[in-house]
């Protein structure tokens, strides 16, 4: 099946959605019991966390842990939103830059501007978004609170009246979370869905398929059981094995039967290429250790533009470390995906 596919549909009873891409997997997201990213709280200063400039935050759904703290005393009131997936047995992340994301506007009220995404080149469409945007701030901004606006790339080919009503309705999403006179912990706005974050951020041209069991019958379900395995193929007999333990994910990349010069190199340059779906697709993020094929020293500026390069078009921030004396290659990616379920029996 040639190109774009969005399937909506539940995976043992939650929401779920899929990306598929000529007939692979792309992109997964499945919603569980945590928080999700995206979600806004009204939270108490708990506990400061010495050398590590941090506070442990009391919320409705449990602790919560914000970094880089300035002038916080335990028992102030914070608004602060879920940045990602905690990992187990840890506390909720969290940030005190707010964003409020749609599919073609993100409102930044610590970020006052007028912003089009720099993939939008055109001159003349570039002149009509920003009078959009000055009438559509215009009109929401009734308190007079000075807040920032991103345009997204999603803006090209979209109806001039779609996109202002996104930004309405997320500038007063905005101003009603920041004119919050409550107290106490409390969940303020929640975090978008798997079916709403689908269509938020899958916004290439795709049918869309909504009926009941259409992960059954688009084959996601497959795709989902060869993810929930290690192994994934480079072809030409290579492969790369991704497995999570509690401290990190580690990558293995084989060559299999080429024992080529060149072997090495072009196994790894497959993985780079791969690693981005294979970690989306499983959920995973933190620290990725990747153990590559060898290869020659002077082969590894190749391996990182090739690793950057499927990096940037990834959803996902992901940051290369470097490499290690013992020639790893380390990321550290962020945790905006739910790991994948393991299956039920």
Known sequence: MKGNTIILDHLDGA????????????????????????????????????????????????????????GLAPGQEILVQVSGYAEPGKAIPVTQKLLFKSRYAIITPDAPGLNISRSIRDDDLRDTLL???????????????????????????????????????MATLAETVLGDDGHGPEVLTE?????????????????????????????????????????VDLGGGASMY???????????????????????????????????????VRGLGGQIVMDLAPMPKKDRPTFESALRAALRGDTIDTALVGWTPLGHMELQRKRARAPLPPETS
């Open 242 to 280: 991704v497995e999570e333990t509690r401290a990190l994910v580690a990558v293995d990349v084989n060559t299999g039967n080429d024992a080529s010069l060149a072997g090495g190199l072009k196994a790894n340059l497959s993985a780079a290429r791969a690693l981005p779906t294979a970690l989306r």
């Open 15 to 70: 929401e779920a959605a899929a990306l598929m891409v000529d007939g692979k997997l792309h992109d997964l997201i499945i919603d569980n019991d945590a928080p999700r990213p995206g979600t806004v709280y009204r939270a108490i200063a708990d506990k400061p966390v010495k050398g590590q400039g941090g506070m442990f935050l009391k919320t409705p759904d449990g602790s919560a842990f914000l970094r880089q703290i300035k």
């Open 131 to 169: 009078e959009i945007a000055h009438e559509a701030m215009a009109q929401a901004t009734t308190e007079g609170r000075e807040m920032g606006l991103i345009l997204r790339s999603s803006c090209v080919g979209a109806d001039a009246d779609d996109i202002t009503d996104d930004i309405l309705a």
């Open 191 to 231: 975090g978008d869905g798997p079916h709403i974050l689908a269509w938020r951020d899958w916004t290439d041209p795709a049918e869309v398929v909504t009926d009941a069991g259409s992960f059954e019958t688009h084959s996601v379900l497959d795709a989902i059981d060869a993810a929930r395995g290690a192994q």
